[in-house]
């Protein structure tokens, strides 16, 4: 099983939306709704800022949204502020035959 | 508040076993609705999973380091461990331990992480 796909980087003005794209196949994204998000900035730990596809643990922004079509789950960032420049991941359940879990490589968003 | 901090040594030499152990506060194995994970980080790259055990003991393990590793707890210490044999430099990379979200495969807890350098 491949790592999902995302986009390299991505970049907004402060105020912004921007949506960060997580591309997998029918055997994980597309079959399971169980694709979680992660902030990372230089030098930290990643931070889950969304899960189950739409949700949000407590404490993150509403400004955070995710959603899920067909084998492509996406995160958008509305209202862009200078702090959400970092790194993003998505990671998906992929069932028990393989890999189980599998993060995508990652997006670097840059705020203009 | 639940807090996870890895400890270990910071350099390996090749073909030897990298040993990480975690530090549990905050929280109890026990709790069924969570598991224990290993994720790394190879420098300046993406995340990659190593493997969870879960509260009953049962561990699970990314195919491609399979072969290589094993996830252990110490209930008594509070502690789960990571160990990685034979390894080489395309093992050196961020370790992170955490706990996963049994119903959703997600993380919601990270340790701060541990660099560890494979290198003689």
């Known amino acids: 099983q491949s790592a999902l796909t995302q986009p390299a980087s991505v970049s907004g003005s402060p105020g912004q939306s921007i949506t960060i794209s997580c591309t997998g196949t029918a055997s994980d994204v597309g079959t399971y709704n169980l694709v979680s998000w992660y902030q990372q900035h230089p030098g930290k730990a990643p931070k889950l800022i969304n899960y189950e596809g739409s949700k949000r643990p407590s404490g993150v922004s509403h400004r955070f949204s995710g959603s899920k079509s067909g084998n492509t789950a996406s995160l958008t960032i509305s209202g862009l502020q200078a702090e959400d420049e970092a790194d993003y991941y998505c990671?998906?359940?992929?069932?028990?035959?393989?890999?189980?879990?599998?993060f995508g490589g990652g997006t670097k968003l840059t705020v203009l | 508040q639940v807090q996870l901090q890895e400890s270990g040594p910071g350099l390996v030499k090749p073909s030897q076993t990298l040993s990480l152990a975690c530090t549990v506060s905050?929280?109890?194995?026990?709790?069924?609705?969570?598991?224990w994970t290993w994720i790394r980080q190879h420098p300046g790259k993406g995340l990659e999973w190593i493997g969870y055990i879960y509260y009953s003991g049962s561990t699970y393990y990314n195919p491609s380091l399979k072969s290589r590793v094993s996830i252990s707890v110490d209930t008594s210490k509070n502690q789960f461990s990571l160990k990685l044999s034979s390894v080489t430099a395309a093992d050196t990379a961020i370790y992170y331990c955490?706990?996963?979200?049994?119903?959703?495969?997600?993380?919601?807890?990270w340790g701060h992480g541990t660099t560890v350098t494979v290198s003689s």
């Open positions: 905050g929280d109890s194995f026990s709790s069924s609705g969570y598991f």
């Open positions: 990671c998906s359940y992929a069932g028990n035959s393989g890999t189980l879990v599998l």
């Open positions: 955490a706990r996963g979200v049994y119903s959703y495969f997600g993380v919601d807890i």
